[in-house]
């Protein structure tokens, strides 16, 4: 097994044996169930609001854990010094935030799979369809936005303290979300310099939205799946920032004293 | 016999810690090798600069100036790694996995094969006491307990040199006794072995060679043997009988005259052996013999007074 398997696996574990992840999935499956319960919308467009919860709480839920979840990976290592017996293996530093990182993603992967079978089985009660092809460009475009906020929390848990990497991703995590909307908004009424100043950030951080095809896949009798160049374009531009994040991060964490 | 190769080698090393006005100089300028099949005791009191300096041979921390080599290698690389088996000062290991998951883990970073890690592992679980231990969650290990895993996670792949950061840390008597057991085995099969630790009677045991650190600085650096050997004190009681007189040579070390009773003490186990020839020459009575060595923490302790004196009159 390469190392950097070996140490996602070890993420891997931990995010398993821990009752973390079960505790948010049965959180949000208990808000997701509430939602079968309301009677003011046909069966139609109840299973469009379902899917539209389902979704967003699914989305946000993950998008936390891999937050939390990536955050504390590299101070609980420093804090625990669980650190020192796996660096005096044979293995770089690169090598070790690569596996932490895949660890991260298959947690994430594996919390993501038990939020499936909850919005599966949910849509199928309800007699609805899911719409395979936009489905798994939104599976896998989510996983995309989960790579960069993972990339992204590793980053800020070398810069800033635990809590602080944490509060900020999350702020970050939401923020981001509505950005792309916000900026098309205040753009029209805003002066040149605050014109200038909004394209500079539209261009400097990432745009979660982008990203996420939610409204596409709960309307997708309106929406075909995605042409194959703008798959490609938006796993580029994810892919852009994800090295530039995951880059800061190796680049702190290179020459760092343990 | 060719010469044996070094396996650590700094050089002038220094090394420090925190930025600015606050930088403080925990390793200052110390030179030291160890060479392939020794043993060597680094020791010193806390904040000496042990720690600082296996961490730096491990590549943890970088130094300011100077150099460290492992295997010829620069410390801290990949390459260098591969070939040493290491104990932290203190590490907790991952509360949520089982004994035989984390040695998978580490044996696997060290290249090991599943079908190795399979025979491997039960092996040693026996090796430091944790035998049946395999499948428990190392939250429930003790502290002693998750020493002797660091120990056996250390030594899975079969080494070729190791570094142990205090030894001993948070092992109970019969865990040390069973850890200076499977250090002998190891250092009777020609592996190097060079290890930080507060119980000197272990490296009294264990080393051909101590190197003793005080405030960042080397203070002596030499076998264990030459250490001792000045430390030995014997002491003759005798009294003379007959009229016979005491041999001038003797009278010369002048020994202490109780009645007619004598006391001499001599730290040369030579001196000691021509002084009972001679007394026996000129019929003295030899009521008792004695020998007492001081412990290598006597003499420690002595050093880092001595050194501690020096920089005060200074």
Known sequence: MTPVWLIARSVLIEAVRRKEIYAIVLISTLLIGAVMTVDFFNLEGLTKFYREVALQVMSAATGLTVIVLAARQLPREFENRTIYPLLAKPISRLTFLLGKLLGVMLAAAFCYGLFMLVFILGTFYLGGEIPVGLFLQFLYLQMLKMLLLAALSFWLSMVVNLDAAIALGVIFFFASSVMTNAFTLLYPFADPFGQGTITVLNYALPQLALLDLTEKTVHSEFWPPLNLGTMFALTAYAGFYILVFFGAAWYCFRRRPL | ?????????????????????RKVRAVDGISFNVTEGECVGFIGANGAGKSTTIKTLMGFLFPVSGTVRMFGEDCGTVESRRRIGYLPEVALYYPFMKARELLELYGGLQGMT?????????????????????????RNFSKGMQQRLGIAQAIISHPEALIFDELSSGLDPVGRHDLRRVLLDIKNSGKTIFFSSHELTEVETLC????MIHEGRIVTEAPVSDLMKPLNLF?????MQDGNTLPESVERLGPARDGNQYRLSINDVELYSRV??????????????????RSLEEYFIELVKSSGNEEGAA
């Open chain 2, 235 to 239: 002491e003759i009681v005798f009294s």
């Open chain 2, 1 to 21: 016999m060719g010469e044996k190769r070094p396996i650590v080698e700094a050089k002038d090393l220094v090394v420090e810690y925190g930025k600015g006005s």
């Open chain 2, 114 to 138: 599943k079908h190795e890690l399979r025979e491997r592992i039960p092996e040693l679980l026996n090796l430091v006491g944790l035998q049946g231990k395999g499948e428990i969650l190392l």
């Open chain 2, 276 to 293: 009972v020839h001679e007394l026996s020459q000129a019929g003295a009575a030899i009521h008792s013999t004695s020998s007492k060595s």
């Open chain 2, 208 to 211: 051909d060679r101590v190197i």
